[in-house]
């Protein structure tokens, strides 16, 4: 199975930073790479897809980048919106995968 | 607008069964592969089952392999879970999702709890 594993754990930040999680495969994925956002109580919501195809309705202050296996999640300027765990999953081989997921606190 | 909602969930004694299930709207169902995922309390997320809008492939992972089974009725746009010899490391939040085109998830149900207890 492709392990995916993102850092931080957890980070807070100020509203209006910029902020970045990164996600690392054990394996290459190529670009078979998404990001889902989850807030407390709820279920998880697809932000991008393909890297950096940002889903219809997502801010454009959402961005990917990677490819292989380093790939990464920035925010631009962080919303208190924002507050919220954030999880990468690989779908290049099956069992698709996440990362064990990055808490995003508003300072 | 898409939308899924998910049942059947419930307190179940180990070695017990439960089916859960999933209804969906706003979009064409039976074009579309439809998946299980998982979230144990407090923790990440599990990918449980993929089945293929035609319901004749399904996927599963090692973890429910031969205790749970995946179906759909695409004349009723409903999805199912069949959970089988259930244990306590099964106890999750079950969301359906569906299958964003190549095995992402683009829009996810509200989750129902299973917790397996005695």
């Known amino acids: 199975d492709i392990q995916m594993t993102q850092s931080p754990s957890t980070l807070a930040a100020s509203v209006r930073d910029r902020v970045t999680i990164t996600c690392r495969a054990s394996?290459?994925?190529?670009?078979?790479l998404a990001w889902y956002q989850q807030k407390p109580g709820k279920a998880p919501e697809l932000l991008l897809y393909?890297?950096?195809n940002l889903k219809s309705g997502v801010p454009s202050r959402f961005s990917g980048s990677g490819s292989g296996t380093d790939f990464s999640l920035t925010i631009t300027s962080l919303q208190p919106e924002d507050s919220a765990t954030y999880y990468c999953?690989?779908?290049?081989?099956?069992?698709?995968?996440f990362g064990q997921g990055t808490k995003v606190e508003i300072k | 607008q898409v939308q899924l909602v998910e049942s059947g969930g419930g307190v179940v004694q180990p070695g017990r069964s439960l089916r859960l299930s999933c209804a969906a709207s706003?979009?064409?169902?039976?074009?579309?592969?439809m998946h299980w995922v998982r979230q144990a309390p407090g923790k990440g997320l599990e990918w449980v089952t993929l089945?293929?809008?035609?319901?004749?492939?399904?996927y599963y992972a090692d973890s429910v392999r031969g205790r749970f089974t995946v179906s759909r009725d695409n004349s009723k746009n409903t999805l199912y879970l069949h959970l089988d010899s259930l244990r306590p490391d099964d106890t999750a939040i079950y969301y359906c999702?569906?299958?964003?085109?190549?095995?992402?998830?683009?829009?996810w149900g509200q989750g129902t709890l299973v917790t397996v207890s005695s």
């Open positions: 999702a569906k299958d964003g085109g190549s095995y992402f998830y683009d829009y």
């Open positions: 706003g979009f064409t169902f039976s074009s579309n592969g």
């Open positions: 394996q290459d994925v190529a670009d078979w």
């Open positions: 393909g890297v950096s």
């Open positions: 999953q690989q779908y290049n081989s099956p069992p698709w995968t």
């Open positions: 089945i293929s809008h035609d319901g004749y492939n399904q």
